[in-house]
C-alpha cells in the first residue's frame, strides 16, 4: 500500500492556489489536508493538521515569504517546505535553502509531474536537502 502524502498549500492567489490544489488531488497517493492564502492563519493551521510537507509562494505581498519557510521549517510540525516561485533567482534559491526549504520551484501549473516527484523523494525517501537543479525545475505535469 502507498503512503499518503499530507500536503498543506500556501498561496495569495486564488486561481493559483486552486489551478494547484486540483493537480495535486489528482495524483494518487496525495491528500491536501489544507490551504491558506493569509500568513496568520497557516501557521495555525499546519500545526493542528500536520502535514508532511507545505508548499508556499516566496514572493509574498506580506513580504513574509522566507520568514514563513524559515518558521514551518524549524517548526514543530515537522513538515517539509517546499517553495515555489514566480521568478526565480539564485539568491531566492540560496535563500530559501538556508531558511530550511527542501526544494524551490517555479510556478508554473501546467503540470505538476516534477514537483510531485520530488515531494515524493522528500517525504517517502526522507530526502534531507535540495536538490541541484531544483531552482530550474518547474511545476508541470
Known sequence: ?????????IEEHDDVR???VVRLCAAPGVLI?????????A?????????????????????RGLEMVNCIARGSSG???IALTSYPNEWERWAVRRAGAVGYFLKE???TSQLLEHIRNVVILNSPE??????????RG
Open 1 to 9: 500500500m502507498t503512503r499518503l502524502i499530507k500536503i498543506f498549500v
Open 18 to 20: 486552486q489551478a494547484l
Open 33 to 41: 489536508v489544507g490551504e491558506a492564502q493569509a500568513t496568520e492563519t
Open 43 to 63: 501557521l495555525e493551521e499546519i500545526s493542528a493538521l500536520r502535514p508532511d510537507v507545505v508548499l508556499i509562494e516566496t514572493k509574498r505581498a506580506d513580504g
Open 79 to 81: 513538515a517539509k517546505v
Open 109 to 111: 501549473i501546467g503540470s
Open 130 to 139: 535540495l536538490k541541484a537543479g531544483a531552482a530550474r525545475q518547474t511545476v
